[in-house]
């Protein structure tokens, strides 16, 4: 029983690793999309998303079956509450890659993105995507070294999110106020995106060593 049980907090943590590749690939996806003004590609993420859905359904469903029949404690206990609150931050990251794939597809068969931006969104694409992979690394292999450069990562999308704000800001910005607005948007999307990886990232520290970075004992 005691094996068996093993076995389901094993699985519990490698769903949540799959949950992050599939987000990574939405992203990844959505934003080609984005860029290149890709009808199918935005459907394809749009259809996709409930997949994701599915996979937040049956991860907590399991953990909440463990808390229920095997009352762990400790870091299994730590373990079930992560998978939890884990999984609620990777569907929000494949809602993130949905609202850019719907905008790719709002604006169809027009750029949603003006060419002074488009590098930034490149960029951000790219950050974003590197930062859900570094997640299912951390979930893999629970480095909380790895865990933590996903900070400095945040602080390169945060960087860039930042520059975005400054062309946007610009007098001289010749694109109106709806594409101001869709930038605005979509910059916001990517850098939300960002910070729950790094959400999913303190998970994994809290389940080894028992303090959330970033908040007292108080908070957890």
């Known amino acids: 029983?005691?094996?068996a049980y093993r076995d389901q907090l094993g699985q519990l943590a490698d769903?949540?690793?799959?949950?992050?590749?599939?987000?990574?690939?939405?992203?990844?996806?959505?934003?080609?999309?984005?860029?290149?003004?890709?009808?199918?590609?935005?459907?394809?993420?749009?259809?996709d998303d409930t997949k994701i859905d599915d996979?937040?359904?049956?991860?907590?469903?399991e953990a909440y079956a463990l808390l229920?029949?095997?009352?762990?404690?400790?870091?299994?206990?730590?373990t079930v509450l992560a998978v939890i609150?884990?999984?609620?931050?990777?569907?929000?990251?494949g809602d993130l890659a949905l609202h850019v794939a719907k905008a790719a597809r709002r604006r169809h068969p027009n750029p949603v993105l003006p060419d002074a931006?488009?590098?930034?969104?490149?960029?951000?694409g790219k950050i974003a995507c590197k930062m859900a992979e570094q997640a299912e690394q951390v979930i893999r292999t629970q480095d909380i070294e790895l865990a933590r450069q996903l900070d400095e990562t945040d602080d390169e999308m945060d960087d860039l999110h930042q520059h975005l704000f400054t062309v946007l800001m610009d007098r001289e910005w010749p694109h109106?106020?709806?594409?101001a607005v869709d930038v605005t948007l979509l910059g916001r999307f990517y850098e939300r995106f960002a910070d729950h990886a790094v959400s999913v990232?303190?998970?994994v520290v809290f389940v080894v060593t028992g303090k959330m970075p970033g908040y007292s004992s108080d908070e957890i």
Request: glycine share 4%.
């Open 68 to 78: 229920a029949l095997q009352a762990p404690v400790a870091t299994d206990l730590r």
């Open 117 to 124: 931006v488009r590098p930034y969104f490149a960029e951000m």
């Open 85 to 93: 609150h884990a999984a609620e931050s990777l569907e929000r990251m």
């Open 176 to 179: 109106g106020v709806a594409a």
């Open 15 to 47: 769903q949540l690793a799959d949950m992050c590749s599939m987000v990574g690939d939405a992203m990844s996806h959505a934003t080609k999309a984005l860029l290149d003004s890709d009808l199918a590609l935005a459907e394809q993420v749009i259809g």
């Open 55 to 61: 996979a937040r359904a049956k991860a907590e469903e």
């Open 201 to 203: 990232a303190k998970r």
């Open 1 to 3: 029983m005691r094996e």
